[in-house]
């Protein structure tokens, strides 16, 4: 088993383990995540959340 680590899973970590994980078998390589945080939020969508939230109809 090859072991691939990656250092922070913000936006270049996540982006490019979702390629890698599609093209190297889960068989053959074990990839592992370090980040200091549980989740990434995709930073450019804060800007079109405020444009484009609304409040609910009532
Ligand atoms: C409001 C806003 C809007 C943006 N809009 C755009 C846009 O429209 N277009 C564009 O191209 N870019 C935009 N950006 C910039 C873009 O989001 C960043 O350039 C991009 O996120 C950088 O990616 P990164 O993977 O290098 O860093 P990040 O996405 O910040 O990821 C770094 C990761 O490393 C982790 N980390 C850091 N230090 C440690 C540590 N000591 N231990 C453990 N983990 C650690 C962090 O928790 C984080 O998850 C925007 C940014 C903001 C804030």
Redesign the pocket.
């Known amino acids: 088993m090859r072991r691939l680590l990656v250092?922070?899973?913000?936006?270049?970590?996540?982006?490019i383990v979702n390629k890698l994980r599609r093209r190297l078998p889960a068989r053959e390589w074990d990839i592992t995540v370090?980040?200091?945080?549980d989740e990434?939020r995709?930073?450019?969508?804060?800007?079109v959340d405020g444009r484009t939230c609304r409040p609910a109809e009532a």
Do not use: I, K, S, W
Request: proline letters at 5%; zero cysteines.
């Open positions: 250092l922070g899973g913000g936006t270049a970590g996540t982006m370090v980040d200091r945080d990434h995709y930073q450019p969508g804060y800007q």
